[in-house]
Structure formats: structure tokens, C-alpha cells
């Protein structure tokens, strides 16, 4: 007891860290496209979701071609074809973002300064 055991270091790629192989490009054949747009069905790559939309594009999209696709090789291709900033841009949140100037109330802000607890009793 008392004795800590060393493991044997771990090897570890130079540029420090797990290296993918390099991703062959995708030939983007009218079919392959018309298998992106299936996969883009009910999914909109666009406004505050648009990273998990594109979660389910990609999973789709690979399963449609037989090959796993990365998410930044969709993304260039779809930036190629549209605006994708000016299509987020012109997305409607689905909540209200106004900002309002908030002042704490003064006692509360004292109290606080003070270290004293609000509304609890113990």
C-alpha cells in the first residue's frame, strides 16, 4: 500500500493530438446533390439551430451516399451554391431578443454589498 503505479507514457502523434486520415473530396455529381437535398428535407441549415440541423444533414447525407461526409465539406458546398450568411442573417428567431437596461434595486444591491441573505430565514 502507499505504492502508485506508473503506466507506460502514451505515445502521442506530433502536432499533439489524434490526426484523421485526410478526407477525400466528395465529386459533386447532380446525384450526389439530389442525395444532399433529400437529406436537407425538414432541416434548415440556417438561424440559431442550424449546427443541429446540420448534425442530421450530414448523418443523412452519408448514410444517402454510403461514405461518411464531414459537416465542414457540406457547408462549403452549400456556401457555394447560396449565401448562407446573408440566409442566417435573414432567419426569424423563435423568441423574442430584446435587450433592456436593468438596474438592481438599491437595497437589494446594498444587501448584497453587505453580505446579508435575502428572503431566506433559517
Known sequence: MGEVETAAPIAVP??????????EPVSWSPE????????????????????????C?????????????????????LGTMYDMQALHESEILPFPNLEKNFNLPDEI??????????GTEL
Open 14 to 23: 506530433e502536432g499533439g493530438g489524434e490526426q484523421e486520415p485526410p478526407e
Open 32 to 55: 450526389v446533390e439530389v442525395c444532399l437535398f433529400h437529406a436537407m428535407l425538414g432541416h434548415k441549415p440556417v438561424g440559431v439551430n442550424r449546427h443541429f440541423h446540420m448534425i
Open 109 to 118: 444591491f446594498q444587501s448584497v454589498r453587505e453580505g446579508e441573505r435575502i
Open 57 to 77: 444533414i450530414r448523418d443523412k447525407f452519408s448514410q444517402n451516399i454510403g461514405r461518411q461526409v464531414s459537416s465542414k465539406v457540406i457547408w462549403d458546398h
